[in-house]
C-alpha cells in the first residue's frame, strides 16, 4: 500500500504533522511562561501596595507575619495556601 503513494506526499505529510506537533508545543509553552509573567507582575504591584500600607496603615503594621503574608497573597491574586 504504501509503495503505491508517491514520496513527495509522504513527505509532504510528514512535514505538516511535525508542523502542527512543534506548533502545539510552542503554544503551550508559550501559554505557560505569559501565566507566569503574569503571575509576576501581580505580585510586584501588590507588594507596591503592601509597602504603602506598611507606611500609612497602623492596623496593617501589627498585623503577624502570617496575617501579612494573607494580605499579599490575596492582594496579588495568588494561594493562600503558600503562607502555611
Avoid at 496603615?57 to 494561594?79: E, I
Wanted: glycine share 4%; aromatic share 8%.
Amino acid at each position: 500500500m504504501w509503495a503505491l503513494i508517491p514520496n513527495w506526499i509522504k513527505i509532504a505529510a510528514v512535514a505538516i504533522a511535525s508542523v502542527t506537533l512543534l506548533s502545539i508545543a510552542s503554544f503551550q509553552i508559550g501559554k505557560r511562561e505569559g501565566r507566569s509573567a503574569a503571575q509576576i507582575e501581580a505580585a510586584k504591584e501588590a507588594l507596591y501596595r503592601i509597602t504603602n500600607l506598611e507606611k500609612n496603615n497602623a492596623s496593617f503594621r501589627n498585623l503577624t507575619d502570617r496575617g501579612r503574608c494573607l494580605v499579599f497573597m490575596r492582594d496579588s491574586s495568588l494561594p493562600d495556601s503558600a503562607c502555611d
